[in-house]
């Protein structure tokens, strides 16, 4: 077998299963059809693209049409000891059960399959899906998932619970009055949340045992957690994930990059002329695609944490490749492909002695690739209600992260693109309604780098550079585009001052959208902002992996800044991506504070901003702010209106006097210095 050029899919592996609660997700499924999270979505293959895209069989020489039909489909089924529904309406008229109620749902720990307690969160029955997404009553929230109806029943007792044992059935009451209440409607049809347990499967084979990766599946507990803690997660519309299709991943990656990464069938593969991604400006462009420019200039290899390549020896790249071999060939073979992934670029030796992409790119070969694909795939299956006028925001809760991930290259932790996916998607398939996109991002040198030479997309990002010497060693303020793209990038590139060096915080960022990114974003008048959230600058983080002091509230103010530009120039569609964000407790609080700005006024007032008065503790960005700001003008310029004040060489870039806070200790970030202890928050 060839290292990387076998298309493989993802399967359990023995290996995992003594140190990892994450369940053997079955191949044949679109949704999370488990051991642990069967969703029932059995229509669409994970393997090949869309079920009716015309591929090329290369054994019988002829294009063919992928289509799955109901035996394939019974087989399934019978295999899971399920039954087959033939009319998908009947499930629905026939269920005991509503939203809020207790029901019992098929849960798999442990490698064992056990009914335990539930609550209905929202029921899911359209022409495509009959799903239903459980809460697990006693277990932390990144446990729910959507799941066949056929793998819920009536309560029975005794019942068996989680760790933390049954919830208050008041509690629930509340939420299932809520539901069905005018207010829960508005609030479910305003702001969108999208997550899946697959993307959680993605970690180091090592699981953290020698070394705790940053970009781990903590994250998203821990956000989830926060979500719950504070009372925000019925306020979503649920939307259910989907994989990626190769279709939509290869309008902005190469064949080769999407070949690596995505398992497809050893005799039946998409025919995709090697070439640039398709820049989306027009029909005539669509029929007479061009060459995008290459800007990238080839640099030592250098990690997120900054490292350089150690490059792996052959016998430890063969030794895993067995390990992992092995151990998926102890899966059953009728439910599972046992071979693993392996990309080419699966080469560096990280810390923890596992192989690594990048440098320090976490890659687990039976796990990695589903998640990247339903990370895709999530963020697109968000905005779709959005710009079809179903929700207004939403937040994609995804990972791996994406922004880092250029057209023919993983880092930086990232291997698909997620937003450049979802924006490119997004101008093809809405042409009429959909012409202009802004991007509001913290330096992706790989959404840069794809549309860098288009002028329906406006790249702004905010970001540490110190000259150059930040990773990743790009988005310096004189890259501005090229070609028709010239002039809709955007690099707010922050250098600390060399007299009196000081770390960014919420005064700093503040600053530059109230005089830089808004203004700018105002003149090109987008139709949608997709911003790529990624929460590295929050406090806490190390100096390698972020260094600055944004509190929850600045976040908070950063979020409302957009969402207020969105509902002025866009009708409101906006869509916030997690990207960044390492260390937990921080990651947490900003991303819970950042989300609640999302809701519709007075949802949750005691974390909602109404007004910018009074909300910092500075109004006068430090000097090294200040410094970068001016070169970012200067060069801006040229393509972008500013006041002669702003462009002035005395310009302080001060917020508004009334914008500071009259007590600054009520605003200030204060920092735990031992563990919180998390209040136990029955319910949602």
Known sequence: MVLGQQGLRSSHSADTRRHSNSPPYYPSSDGNLSTSSSTGSLKRRRSVRNKNEITFNVKQDQWIKNEEGVDSTQKKLKGLNLTLYQNKKNIYRSLSYKVGDQVEAIKWTDDAKEWYCARVIEILNDLDESL???????????????????????????????????????????????????????????????????????????????????????????????FHNNRLLRYFGRIHAREITTTELLRVHTFSHVRNYYPMDDNTVVIKKESKPLKVTSIAALLNPAPALNTRQKTVMRGVGGGVVVQADQDLIKRQHRRFSSAAAAVDATQT????????????????????????????????????????????????????????????????????????????????????????????????????????????????????????????????????????????????????????????????????????????????????????????????????????????????LGGYNVSPRGYALLTKMVKDLADEVCNGRLVLTLEGGYELQPLAATCAASAAQLFLPNTVPDQQITSYKHTLNAIKPNI???????????????????????????FRFTLPTDWRATDSISTRPRRDKKPVKIPVVEGY
């Open 337 to 544: 492909n046992p071979d693993p992934i392996a990309p080419p670029g699966l080469v560096c030796k990280m810390s923890c002695g596992e192989l690594g992409i990048a440098v320090d790119t976490t890659f687990h070969p039976l796990h990695s690739s589903l998640s990247a694909r339903v990370a895709a795939g999530a963020l697109i299956n968000l905005v779709q209600p959005i710009i079809q006028g179903q929700m207004r925001n939403g937040f994609a809760l995804v990972r791996p992260p994406g922004h880092h991930a250029e057209n023919d290259a993983a880092m930086g932790f990232c291997f698909y693109n997620n937003v450049a996916v979802a924006v490119a998607d997004t101008l093809e398939k809405y042409p009429t309604k959909i012409k202009k996109i802004l991007i509001i991002d913290c330096h992706g040198n790989g959404t840069q780098k794809i549309f860098y030479d288009n002028p329906n997309v406006l790249y702004i990002s905010i970001h540490r550079w110190e000259n150059g010497q930040f990773y990743p060693f790009s988005g310096a303020p004189n890259e501005c585009g090229e070609a028709g793209g010239l002039g809709r990038n955007v690099n707010i590139a922050l250098s600390s001052s060399v007299e009196k060096p000081k770390p960014m915080g919420d005064t700093e960022f503040v600053a530059a959208f109230h005089h830089i990114v808004i203004p700018i974003s105002k003149q090109f008048d987008p139709d949608m902002i997709f911003v790529s959230a990624g929460f590295d600058a929050a406090e806490g983080h190390p100096e390698n």
């Open 624 to 650: 090294g702010a200040v410094e970068s700001f001016r070169t970012v003008v200067q060069t801006q310029k040229t393509y972008w209106k500013f006041p002669d004040t702003v462009t002035s060489s005395s």
């Open 132 to 226: 239903v997404f459980v809460h697990y009553e006693g277990w932390p929230p990144d446990e729910a998932d959507w799941i066949s109806p056929t793998l819920i029943r009536n309560v029975q007792h005794p019942l068996q619970y989680g760790p933390t044992g049954a919830e208050s059935e008041s509690s629930w009451n509340d939420y299932a009055e809520f539901y069905i209440s005018e207010s829960g409607e508005q609030a479910r049809h305003h702001t969108g949340l999208v997550q899946d347990r697959r993307m959680s499967l993605h970690c180091c084979p090592c699981h953290s045992r020698e070394t705790i990766h940053p970009e781990r599946p903590d994250r998203i507990s821990s956000i989830l957690q926060a």
